[in-house]
């Protein structure tokens, strides 16, 4: 999954970047539009479970889950209009799967400011303002394109209303995600490429202090009231802070602050919910890994991850629950104590399952 993360101009996207990806690649300085180009980084999947599958199996090597994530540049007033390369900004914003909206909360003086104050609800106003008036524009010209061709044709005639529904939605200031669509109107929306059709999840770029703020406080703080959106309190200066520590270091250091885990931990979960991603695991002697897969996944699809023609000669899968296979160790003591499942083409998939699939090729 691609996740662009966008924000006003110095609110933290590229200090945040840098902790994702573990280095000092992304330009962080105290001025706007510091970052012109976008900054690409694949990022790990931090499960604890994959290393305690691997010592339950005696597995040689983890391969983790990963996301990509796109550091774009500060977004501003008039974006939409190609305000300060705004076009540009905005056609780098498509390219992505899910946003990630940085909303500064902290407070600091020596830290400038775009509008001059920190103000997270009017910060997301404009954000999303740019976004809207683009998807304005976007389906404006794409229903005068389509209006002809519906007359005679019956598929472009629903979908024309589907386009025109979302429009009224657009111009009274929503966003296309916050929307009820049927399945049918989901595909006639997906050659559009609206912006706002993408899932939304909020970093909330807080003070140390205020780490241990929950979700809901921090919806009513931002203005958000959706009550699926992701909303996660993430400290970016102190998640660069911890790069170039070791993971024993970074336990202490967050059992000191009271921490369970880390804030980048909790935004790649957060948006891996709003994608409606999950993994599962795969387990032997050369190697563990985790796939990643739609909830809601069958056990065909999910063999189909690793190879499509896996898909179509699925017959049977080995199941078990990550943590029994860490309690009992490897697979022949989970099926002695019948923790070990088989399931055919109907099951749906869990977060957390061990699968061994089985073939008729």
């Known amino acids: 999954m691609k996740i662009g993360i966008v924000g006003l101009p110095n609110v933290g996207k590229s200090t945040l970047f840098n902790a994702l990806t573990n280095n000092y690649g992304a330009d962080a300085q105290n001025f706007p539009f510091c970052t012109i180009e976008p900054n690409v980084g694949i990022v790990n999947v931090n499960d604890p479970r994959l290393e305690k599958i691997r010592e339950a199996v005696n597995g040689a090597k983890t391969i983790p889950a990963n996301c990509e994530f796109i550091d774009i540049a500060g977004i501003v007033k008039w974006a939409s209009e190609g305000e300060w390369m705004g076009n540009k900004f905005l056609a780098n914003i498509r390219e992505a799967d899910a946003i990630l909206q940085v909303v500064r909360i ?32 976007t389906l404006t010209k794409r229903i005068a394109s389509d209006a002809k061709k519906a007359r005679n044709d019956k598929d472009i005639a629903e979908k024309l209303q589907t386009l025109e529904k979302a429009l009224e939605w657009l111009e009274a200031g929503s966003l296309v995600s916050s929307m009820e669509f049927t399945e049918d109107e989901k595909e006639h929306l997906i050659d559009s490429h609206l912006l706002t059709n993408k899932q939304f999840v909020y970093a909330c770029n807080v003070s140390e202090d205020m780490m241990d703020a929950t979700s809901p406080e921090l919806k009513e703080r931002i203005g958000v009231s959706d009550k699926n959106t992701q909303v996660v309190p993430i400290c970016a200066k102190l998640e660069e802070d911890m790069i170039e520590m070791t993971w024993e270091e970074k336990k202490e250091f967050l059992d000191d602050m009271g921490l369970v885990s880390t804030g980048l931990d909790n935004l790649i979960k957060a948006s891996y919910d709003a994608l409606g991603l999950q993994y599962y695991f795969t ?13 809601w996944a069958t056990a065909p699809q999910a063999a189909g991850v690793i190879h499509t023609d896996f ?14 296979i860490i309690e009992q160790g490897w697979w022949s003591k989970a099926r002695e104590v019948g923790n070990v499942r088989l399931e055919g083409k109907d099951y749906i998939v869990q977060d957390g399952d061990v699968m061994l699939f089985k073939f008729n090729n």
């Open 311 to 324: 898909e179509k000669w699925f017959i049977k899968a080995d199941v078990v629950a990550a943590a029994d």
């Open 106 to 137: 902290f407070e600091d003086n020596d830290i400038v400011h775009v509008h001059g104050t920190v103000n997270p609800k009017e910060d997301i106003e404009v954000i999303n303002a740019e976004l809207i008036i683009a998807d304005i524009e």
């Open 283 to 295: 387990a032997g002697e050369q190697e563990v890994r985790a796939w990643t897969v739609k909830k």
